[in-house]
Structure formats: C-alpha cells, structure tokens
C-alpha cells in the first residue's frame, strides 16, 4: 500500500438517535476520538496520518440553536451586542433593543445561571461587553417543564466556559483596540487532584471614542390649539468602564458525589459627558409658543454579584441522581442625574436647575432540588422538582429642583418596595421508541407578589397568581442526522417591578415613565413544526409557528398637560404566525456559507383602548468564511431587517455588515492576530418610527454612531481538557419580564 501523507475530512454535526441532536462538548470529543481510533485502526500502515476537522459556527435541532463565537473570526474586537446581531433569531435594533424571535420577552443566562442585572439592563451591559468574553451563545426556544414558566420568547445563555484538548494547565490573554472601545480579557484554568477551578476577568472602555447618538421627535397633538406641533431633540455622549469576573470550583470527594461552587461580578460605570435636550412648541396656526433647553450630564451605573453552591449524589450506575442548590444574586442600577435649564420664551414652570437621583436594588434567593431517573439504558427519562423563589427589589426616585445648586429642593420623593416569591414543582418524560421521540411535562407555579408603598401616594398591594403550564413535543427520525418536530409551549410572564410602580419618573421636560399596579402576568401558547437535517455538507432546519396571547403586556403612550407619559396595560391580543430557517454549506474544507432568516406576520389588537395594528416583518442574516494561503482567514457578513409592528405605530428596519481577516502563528496556532471592519461605509446608523393614536402622531428619528474598525491579539497557553463540573442544577430564574428601551428615553 502506498504512503498516505494526509486525510482531510470536513466534519459535519454528527448525530445520534434518540431525543436531542445537538451533541455537548464531551459527546462530541468522544465521537471525534472513536472516529480517528476507527480510521486510524484501517491505516495503521500509514507513514502519517492528519485529520482536519472543520467545526460548525451554527448548531440547532429545532429546540436549541448554538452559535459559536470562537469559530467566528468576525466577532473579534467587537462588543457582545455586536456579535448578538449574527446570530439566527435574535435582532438588535438601531437602538439596541434585544428580540428573540422577534420579541423582548425573554431572560438572559451566563453558563445556566440567570444574572438579574444582566437581564434588567441587557442593551447598556452587553454593549460594554468584549465578544471574546463569551465562547457561544445559545438560543433556547423550547426550554420545557424543568425551566421556569416564564420567558415566552425563550432564553439566551451566554457560554464563557472553554473546551481545549489539551493536557496541563490552561489559561488564554487576549487584547483588542478598536473605535468602539478597548478591552483586556484573561482566563485560567487548572486541575489538582479532584478539585478543578477556572476564573476570567474582563475590561472594556471606550474613553477614547465615546458613543454617540442623535434623535429628533415631532409629536402632532390634535386636542390642543396651543401646544398643537411639539419638536424634540436629544444629543448624547457618554463614555464607559466595563469591568466583569467569575470563578468556578467543583470538587469530586468521591464517584457517587459532587460539589460545585461559583461566584461572579459585573460593574458598569457610565459617565453622560453630554444630554443636549431642546423642546420646542407650535400653536395650530404655526406660530412659536414656546422653547426651552436643558444641558444634562451626570453618572448611571450597573453593579451586579452573585454566588451559588450546588451538590450532587449519584444513586444508581445508570445515572439516576438527586441534585440540591442554592444560589444568591444582588443587583444595584443608580442613576445620577443634573439639569441646567433655559426657558427663552413661552409660558413653561420649568426650574433653573434639577436633579434626578434613581436606583434599584434587587436580591434574589433561589433553593432547588431535582431528581433524575433514567430507565431502559436510557431510552427513557423521568425527571421532578422543586423550586423557591424570593426576591425583596426596590426603587427610590428622587426628584430636587431650585434656582441653584445650592438652592435644591425635593419635589417628588418616592421609595417602593416589591416583594415575589415563587414556590414551583414539576415533572417531565422524555422517551424514544424506534424512530420516534417523545417528550411532555407540566409545571405548577403559585406567586405572591406586591409593593410597598414606603414613600409616595399610591397604595400598597399584593397579588397571587397560579399557573400550570403544560409543554409537549413529538419527534419523527427519518435517520441519524434528519428529524421532524412537533412541539406545543405555554409560556407566562410577569410584570417587573418598573412596569408595577406608579411614581411617574420624569427624564425629561416631555417625557416620563409610570407603572401599573393592576397588572397581570402574560399567557403565551405556541405550536411549531421545525424539520432538521444536517448533513456532511448541507445542514439546517426550517420552521413553520404560531402563537397566540389574550392577555399581553402593552407599552403605551398618552398625552397629558404637555408630557408624554409611557406606561404599560393587560389589554393586548397578539397574534404571530412566522417561518424561519437557516443553513450551513460546507462549499469544502476551506470555505462554507451560511444564511439564516425569518418572515413573520403580527397581529395585535385591543378592544378596550381601541387600537389595532398589524404588519410584516421580514430578517436575514449572512456569512461566508474562506481559510486561505498562509493560514490567513477571511470572513464577510451582513444582514438586515424590516422593522417591528408595535400596539401604536412601528419601527423601521436596519441593516449591518462587516468584513475580518485573521491569521494564527507560533505553536499550535498559539497566537492570533485579526482585524475586523464593520459598517464602515457609513458613519451612523438612521432608524426611524412612529406611534400614533385617536389625537395624538408622534415620529422618531434617531442616529447612532455604529460603525467600526478594530484589531485583536489572542494568545492561548498551557494544557487541559478537563473542564469545572457542574451539577446540572436548575437555579436559573426566567420568570420576570424583560423591557427594552424607547424613543425618547435616555439609554447607554
């Protein structure tokens, strides 16, 4: 036989039967050792024997979608709410809204473990964030009776745990400059005995190019003469310090037993450097009524720790096991805020100076235990629980006004405290027969929720909701690698503690925020069919959905003695019905292409405000990789979207793209060096809205600096493929509901 000198093989998602076609880690290091073990037994003649192996950036079987970030060159230099706008069903928008499938109900995860301040504020921290700090990100849409009931458009679970076949200690330091920010990023791992710990710190700051953005407003009010045409403009600029840690610590004493531990840190400071607000006003007849200015600047900042221990017992070989945890968060967002103000002419009671002091603490308590039982070698899977939740959050508002500084006076002084605490059980069965797969469970959650008035007006009150909801899924194999899904969701959501607090909370002369405390938790039911087939060159799924709800969540606007106020109300019916997919081509083992989008129809309505609006929304995504010469890298991507449909108006659609090249050198690829470019044709990005009701149109116009350019030096050291354990404890907590921000509001 011949000499061989290499076997180049592109390696594809490779599946096995049974319920979830998505591999973990560990399946796939033992799918790629038997493999080569297999090969090399067949070529153990050879002179030499070299596989490349070609790994997915995209991974999903209809209920999971996986997006690699360290396979994406691209993602390199830039924030994580840059990298967010490559992945399949989820969109930012030109404000940097978050979506998932097109809504902002969702709950964001760091590695399971949901990070309260990280979901409150997702926009303001992940814009801050360095991509390199996360390995993937995973997009659960189907989360299933073990996850909390709450979360209707699913959850994000960002992944900063590294996998490295490599034997020893390990640890990477990776450095990056770019005209968005500049960040420092280091992790470790090492392995004594049976103790494992990792820990990671990351840095970002963008002093030396601050983000910027510009955004006019022209409201038409049709119930006044005087105050008929209003005209308002915002400048911003702000700069900010990112600073984020976490540290993991599993400990085996024995086969039977294991013992987890970890804790984390995110600290964002913001400075507003510049707040140019001027608001001007027009009678019916065209003619000035009035117009003023305000210089704003002050501080907002996000802190947020949390610390969890969790143990698990195996009490059988066949893996059946009983799991216990505990898990506390803590969360603070206080804003600083300080008002010069003009008045050059009309009839405005608008004081020289203000200042706006705001912040909200939030602790969390989580308790679980989970019993898992699986039967026939596996076949089937009987799993049960228990869950508390108990929160004590609270908001104080603060609100002075005088002629100086020194002159200050309190106008508005409110402090709210809200209680929820949340007592789950449920059960789920997941089973395979031949071909078939099948998979159901119910949850049962009963919540006690309320504020407390401690400062203000408004009453005190408390509310009780029980919820059951159900899940189910059926799944056909047509083989190894190609499915079809069936699968039923209920969904709830509860309202967060701003949407609940009644103290209006002005930000501006014409703007201002105010909660509901009547309102009620939110009942999604979805049903979607998803056909997945991932072969050695083409692989990808498309989905058919529909979801309805009766009771939703909606954010309005009404006018009132010349403030705009946005509050929320139980009033909405929503009705969606979308198709999505994506696919991956591995063109051969240098190049691969992939595409992913969505075309959706929106539906939603509202007798008692008598509103209605309904439209289509349409997004694609695109990248295309080349390994080159040289061990030189190419990546081009781009995308866009239509826009969204809201309860009052909509809001225009965007679009992005980039380029990046990269090359790796020293042993093993040890050191890589990329340079990444993205919207750099265009200096901003224009994003235009607008809402409307009975008497009142509104139009937005808002300007973001979006486009950069970047380089990234990455250097990985040492050996270890052993990574910290977990004990698969459910302590994450995705049962409030997410808010994003709107035009007119101040946001990082």
Excluded: C
Aim: aromatic share 10%; net charge negative.
């Amino acid at each position: 036989m011949k000499p061989i000198t290499s076997i180049v093989m592109a390696a594809a998602a490779v599946t096995a039967p049974g319920f979830a076609f998505a591999q973990t880690p560990e399946q796939t290091l033992t799918t790629q050792e038997e493999t080569t073990d297999s090969i090399a037994s067949l070529y153990d003649e050879l002179d030499e024997f070299v596989i490349t192996a070609h790994k997915d950036v995209i991974k999903s079987d209809g209920a999971r979608l996986t997006y690699d970030l360290e396979q994406d060159d691209t993602s390199k230099g830039q924030s994580l709410l840059d990298a967010l706008r490559k992945v399949p069903m989820v969109t930012v928008d030109g404000q940097d809204n978050i979506y998932i499938k097109g809504s902002q109900n969702f709950k964001i995860y760091v590695n399971g473990k949901e990070d309260p301040m990280l979901s409150a504020n997702a926009s303001k921290v992940l814009k801050a964030m360095p991509a390199e700090a996360v390995s993937k990100i995973e997009v659960i849409t189907e989360p299933g009776a073990k996850y909390d009931a709450e979360g209707t458009a699913g959850i994000l679970n960002l992944v900063t745990e590294r996998k490295q076949s490599k034997e020893g200690y390990t640890g990477s330091l990776s450095a990056s400059f770019g005209a968005q920010n500049i960040g420092l990023s280091a992790y470790g791992r090492i392995k004594r005995n049976k103790v494992t710990a990792d820990a990671s710190i990351n840095y970002a700051d963008n002093s030396l190019q601050k983000q910027s953005s510009y955004q006019r407003q022209e409201t038409i009010n049709e119930d006044s003469d005087t105050q008929y045409r209003q005209i308002s403009e915002m400048d911003q600029s702000f700069a900010f310090g990112y600073i984020g840690a976490n540290v993991n610590l599993s400990w085996e004493p024995s086969d039977k037993d294991l013992i987890s531990a970890g804790g984390d840190i995110t600290d964002i400071n913001a400075d507003v450097r510049k707040l140019d607000m001027v608001n001007r006003s027009f009678s019916r007849a065209g003619e000035g009524t009035s117009l003023s200015r305000q210089a704003i600047n002050g501080t907002m900042k996000n802190l947020g720790a949390s610390g969890n221990l969790s143990y698990r017992r195996l009490l059988s070989e066949s893996g059946q096991s009983l799991t216990a945890a505990y898990r506390f968060s803590y969360g603070r967002n206080p804003w600083d805020l300080d008002y010069a103000n003009t008045v050059e002419y009309g009839d405005l009671s608008l004081p020289a100076v203000q200042k706006n002091l705001s912040s909200t603490y939030q602790r969390e308590h989580t308790v679980t235990a989970d019993y898992v039982n699986p039967l026939a070698e596996g076949r089937h899977r009987i799993e049960a629980g228990v869950k508390g939740i108990f929160r004590r959050n609270s908001l104080s508002v603060r609100q002075l006004s005088g002629l100086t500084k020194e002159t200050l006076e309190i106008n508005e002084d409110g402090l709210t405290g809200q209680i929820q605490d949340v007592y789950a059980i449920y059960a789920a069965y997941n089973g395979t027969y031949d071909k078939w797969a099948l998979t159901g469970g119910i949850r049962y959650e009963h919540t006690h929720m309320g504020l407390d008035i401690r400062k203000g007006e408004s009453e005190d009150f408390r509310r009780d909701f029980g919820d059951a909801v159900p899940n189910a899924a059926v799944t056909y194999m047509f083989g190894p690698a190609a499915n079809l899904r069936l699968a039923y969701q209920m969904r709830i959501s509860r309202p967060a503690i701003n949407q609940l607090n009644p103290t209006p909370f002005r930000l501006t002369q014409t703007f201002a925020q105010v909660g509901n405390p009547d309102l009620e938790s939110e009942r999604y039911n979805s049903l979607t069919l998803t056909y997945s087939n991932y072969g050695p060159v083409l692989g990808g799924n498309i989905a058919i959905g529909y979801s309805q709800s009766n009771n939703t969540i909606e954010n309005y606007s009404y006018f009132d003695d010349g403030v705009w106020f946005d509050t929320y109300g139980n009033f909405g019916r929503n009705r969606k019905g979308e198709i999505s997919g994506f696919l991956n081509w591995n063109i051969n083992a240098d190049m691969s292409l992939s595409v992913n989008g969505s075309v959706n129809y929106t539906s939603i309505t509202s007798d008692k405000a008598g509103l209605s609006n309904s439209g289509w929304n349409g997004n694609y995504g695109a990248s295309y990789n080349y390994r080159g010469p040289w061990k030189m890298k190419y990546t081009l991507y781009g995308g866009q979207s239509t826009g969204t449909v809201n309860l009052q108006g909509s809001w225009g659609g965007w679009y992005y793209y980039g380029l990046g090249v990269s090359r790796s050198f020293l042993k093993d690829d040890a050191l890589t060096v990329a340079v990444n470019a993205g919207n750099f044709l265009t200096k901003y990005t224009v994003w235009k809205g607008h809402t409307s009701t009975a008497s009142q149109y509104s139009r937005t116009t808002s300007r973001n600096r979006s486009w950069n350019l970047g380089i990234t030096l990455s250097w990985n050291f040492g050996h270890l493929n052993d990574q910290v354990k977990k004990t698969d404890a459910n302590l994450d907590n995705d049962d409030s509901k997410s808010t994003g921000g709107k035009g007119g509001g101040i946001g990082l």
